[in-house]
């Protein structure tokens, strides 16, 4: 892996046309328990930032906290955007038989005060680019969405398009979540 955050997503080719005409009613519990995971990361997050700032390290749970958050969300992002068929975990564990699979390295021995510190500048181009390719991935969850109940399949193209957005989109978050100060690679 390269990069710190590596994202890979399996292609089925068939797919369920009942769970993807109902998928925005089938993801309802998972946005309510994305809710409460989301507040108690921010708060980590916030809590992870002074320790940064002030120590230049990460403390060990708020990582593994933190990146479980990620996993989780991007699960999640991968689901209710019609990349997988599979219902996600209520968790951010690492699970390999997961269709949707995010692995984080391990926290660097040290990270740059000055990054954490104006982190949210230092991201900003990152954040363009995740935008936009947030508009791309509605465009082809709408397409998917109308192919996949129709047909019953999933046309490699648009998964793969998908994945290359959701990839960025993870790389980008993670950048924001301080689990890296890398730029994510647009490849």
Partial sequence: MSYPVGFEMDYVKRRSRLSTFFRWLLVIPHLLFACVYGIAGYVALVVAWFALLITGRWPGGLYQFIGGFLRYITRLSAYMYLGVDRYPPFSGGDDPSYPVRVEIAPPLARYSRL???????????????????GIVISFVTLISWFVIVITGRQPETLQDALAFSLRYTTRADALMLLITETYPPLS
Avoid: T
């Fill in 115 to 133: 990054k954490v510190l104006f982190r949210g500048f230092h991201a900003i181009l990152a954040y363009v680019i995740r935008y936009a390719l």
